[in-house]
């Protein structure tokens, strides 16, 4: 069976549809990952149960902790056009055109719907993509759903999170940050992918750098522990610091979102 067969399996009645996650390692100069190495680094360095290993360098399927994961290389870029409207906000790679802009191949890496919760499957999906990182010259990932592009020594930087069962946030979701005479703006895109409301934070007194840091925390704690905010609830750091939360028409999200008044 072909790498995208996968994509058009119907998923047995009554069983509850989990999102495919997507994401693709770029290379350059000709180069791609070794499927044997990927396997040897998920089972020796991160302990996980590989099995039903089916293909080769091409196209390859196989499960790790039960999760159903698809693998393809592509000897083309990712349109430009793709990668240039993500790099533009990109301010974690601000070279990132430049650097990207001659690569020749790209790797599709997919967990097809599955049964874990969004936050073990998206463990499952940074491992395979560390296991890629750490056996080959792959120059970064670029994760279209997210509107993220993380560079390799970036993505890298988050094993021993992973290892400790963390919940390494950014590089899973967006976090959106903008400035104007009205104050300083956050917003996320990629909360949605772990059944959650977007958050915003708009025009507030705080520098970005502090808007940055309490979201991270926020959103960790949302994904972590599987929070749903509601309208009209405050949080905070300390039992004085009350931060309202309302849910209305989003200002640089689709739809509606959470706004943390701050």
């Known amino acids: 069976m072909g790498l995208f067969d996968f994509f058009k399996k119907k998923e047995p009645a009554g069983k ?13 100069n000709g180069e791609a990952y070794e499927l044997d190495d990927i396997i040897n680094n998920l089972k020796s360095f991160w302990g996980l149960t590989v099995t039903e290993i089916d293909g080769d360098n091409k196209t390859a399927v196989f499960k790790v902790d039960g999760e159903m994961v698809a693998l ?13 409207a993500t790099a533009q906000y990109a301010y974690n790679w601000p070279n990132a055109t430049q650097e990207l802009k001659d690569h020749n191949g790209h790797a599709i890496v997919s967990l097809i719907a599955g049964n874990k919760t969004a936050l073990e ?3 499952i999906l940074s491992k395979v993509l560390c296991a890629i990182l750490s056996t080959s010259n792959a120059l970064g990932i670029y994760q279209g759903n997210q509107s993220l592009l993380i560079p390799r020594a970036q993505y890298l930087a988050h094993v021993d999170e992973l290892k400790e069962h963390k919940t390494p946030v950014t590089i899973w979701i967006y976090f959106g ?5 009205k104050g300083n703006s956050l917003y996320t895109y990629g909360l949605t992918e772990f059944g959650k409301q977007e958050i915003e934070i708009i025009n507030s007194k705080s520098d970005l750098e502090e808007l940055y840091d309490f979201a991270g925390n926020i959103v960790e704690y949302v994904v972590s522990s599987d929070i749903t905010f509601k309208s009209g609830e405050t949080l905070g750091y300390t039992a004085d610091q ?3 939360i309302t849910y209305s028409q989003g200002v640089f999200v689709d739809g509606q979102s959470l706004k943390l008044e701050m």
Request: some cysteine; glycine content about 6%; overall charge positive.
């Open 16 to 28: 509850k549809e989990s999102k495919i996650l997507l994401a693709m390692p770029m290379f350059d």
């Open 72 to 84: 393809g290389y592509m000897p083309v870029q990712i349109p430009c056009g793709d990668i240039d």
């Open 121 to 123: 499957r998206f463990k």
């Open 177 to 181: 940050l903008r400035k104007s005479d």
């Open 242 to 244: 009350k931060i309202k």
